[in-house]
């Protein structure tokens, strides 16, 4: 039964991912899928023998998780959210109590007291490979773990775009909403790797995500001198805009701490890269991301002047205070996010972001 394997898939997946078990643990080699991507991106979805302990015909709880609940994959209704493309409809119910439908998320109006205090996690992540160890991986995450990620935010939270964050604080008459568990996908640089190996797994779980580009280093191959690892093209930054599921936006041009900067250089680098990637790309770039979480007041009225609506402080340096979360009454020329780095190996994100949640202060 299809679902009932997945249901132990993800059990066995997530067990892996939360580290209770060792990577590999004599699980079957995933074949790669028909459009041949590769292995480990149909990882969740393989067959392996069922443990012992797996209990997938375990009454699911009725309602929707809230956000910061404990992480317990093997009862949460969730899982059915996973993609499963073929046959999941036409499914018959069985006598065992599976769920037969998929709880919708609560949402929260904008404008209401409830509005002005909801968590919102966003996560930042940066270059994905196997190639890195502890001395380099500050910023690297392994394809088979971003998976496992994203698979895990997918079931736990729901995702959704940073734009609709922006537009829900700034909604004023109360036409937007947010689901009441969302969390947020970002992307700081612009590596090839978040499009040949972020973008397949983000498009197969539906999941949205930003990306801040370098722009002065679209396109610039490792080894060429100006990049440790290659960067996406302006033809695969367009196919991923134009999907409508990533939007690109501002890392400055050159990737420079703007706090250390004169006002005319903080202006060229706003300038420069925002009229590049509309030239590109064909959209309006209005959200900036400050490399190494370096900005001034000189910046922030840089970049509001400049036409960015939203800013993200906090960047790429993993520490305590990157793990916090967002919540409206804060508004978005503050935004702060919880960076992913490849030293955390394969950390219980769910866990991270639940911490995070349960530790930011609402009044
Ligand atoms: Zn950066």
């Not at 012992?52 to 929707?64: E, F, L, S």
């Not at 370096?294 to 305590?320: E, M, N, P, R």
Request: glycine share 6%.
């Amino acid at each position: 039964m299809k679902k009932l394997s997945l249901i132990i898939a993800l059990i066995i997946s997530v067990s892996v991912f939360a580290g209770f078990a060792p990577k590999n643990n004599g699980n079957p080699t995933p074949k790669p899928n028909d459009q041949g991507a590769p292995a480990w991106l149909n990882e969740a979805n393989a067959t392996p023998t069922p443990a012992p302990t797996a209990k997938p015909t375990q009454t699911p709880r009725p309602t929707a998780r809230p956000a910061g609940a404990t992480f317990e994959p093997t009862t949460d209704p969730n899982f059915s959210q996973t993609p499963e493309p073929e046959n999941s409809s036409s499914e018959q119910p069985s006598a065992t109590p599976e769920p037969t439908q998929t709880p919708k998320p609560e949402f929260v109006k904008a404008g209401t007291p409830e509005a002005e205090t909801i968590k919102v996690p966003i996560l930042l992540y940066h270059h994905i490979s196997d190639d890195f160890n502890l001395t380099n991986a500050i910023s690297i995450i392994s394809p088979r773990d971003f998976n496992l990620h994203m698979t895990a935010i997918k079931t736990q939270y729901t995702p959704i775009s940073l734009r609709e964050y922006v537009e829900f604080v700034n909604c004023k008459d109360g036409s937007k909403t947010l689901p009441t568990n969302p969390i947020i996908v970002t992307f700081d640089d612009g590596y090839l790797s978040n499009y040949e190996v972020a973008y397949p797994i983000l498009k197969k779980l539906e999941i949205p995500a930003t990306i801040f580009i370098v722009t002065d280093t679209v396109g610039e191959k490792s080894g060429d001198g100006k990049v440790n690892y290659t960067h996406f093209n302006w033809e695969q930054a367009k196919e991923m805009q134009d999907s409508g599921l990533i939007d690109i936006e501002s890392h400055t041009n050159d990737h420079v701490k703007l706090g250390q900067l004169d006002a005319d250089t903080v202006n060229y680098e706003l300038r420069k890269s925002k009229y590049l990637i509309e030239k590109n790309l064909g959209k309006t770039c209005d959200m900036i991301a400050y490399p190494y979480g370096s900005y001034s007041d000189t910046a922030i009225q840089a970049s509001k002047k400049a036409g960015f609506i939203a800013q993200c402080l906090v960047g790429d340096d993993a520490t305590d205070i990157d793990y916090e979360v967002n919540i409206p009454r804060d508004g978005v020329m503050n935004l702060t996010r919880i960076t992913v780095s490849g030293t955390m190996g394969n950390v219980n994100i769910i866990e991270l972001v639940r911490k995070s949640i349960a530790n930011k202060k609402t009044d």
